[in-house]
């Protein structure tokens, strides 16, 4: 059984197989640490998986706004035309929490936070916490990753 374990404290993702690591991914989480309640800009903590896959078959750094392909492919360019916007590029896999009352309905949900792990610029994938809430990756890692795991798996955020 594949899983992933999102490790806040080292800012990396850890992909297993039968507990075993298959590999480990440098990532970024939320600049307000970690926490579950709506409207917090936090990254939840817990038991989760993923609810969704979206992206397949786009290019490399396609950029996405509310889950769609807006038909852009990110440059430095286009950051400078936009330079407010939080970036989700390549690939999105959208969680849900299954703890109910910490990540899952109420005012903490994670689904209804719209908390991803997704692609973003790479330069901004430091090892250090600068997100709004989601896991940012490198481009080529979520690609990666996104390729190999099917929906529902199993994310566990610790932090």
Known sequence: MQTLIIDVASQQLHH??????????????????????????????GQHIIRAKIGANYPKKAVFVGRRFTGEIYSPELALMHPNRDWILSRILWLSGLELGKNR???????????YI?????EKIT????????IRMHNDDIIELFDLIPPKTPVLIQG
């Open 16 to 45: 297993l197989q039968d507990k075993k690591v298959l590999k480990s991914y440098l990532i970024s989480t939320a600049a307000k640490g970690v926490g579950e309640k709506k409207g917090s800009e936090q990254t939840p903590r």
């Open 105 to 115: 309905l109420q005012d903490c949900d994670t689904m209804q936070r719209y908390i």
């Open 118 to 122: 997704h692609g973003c610029p790479d």
């Open 127 to 134: 090892g250090t916490p600068a997100s709004h809430g989601c």
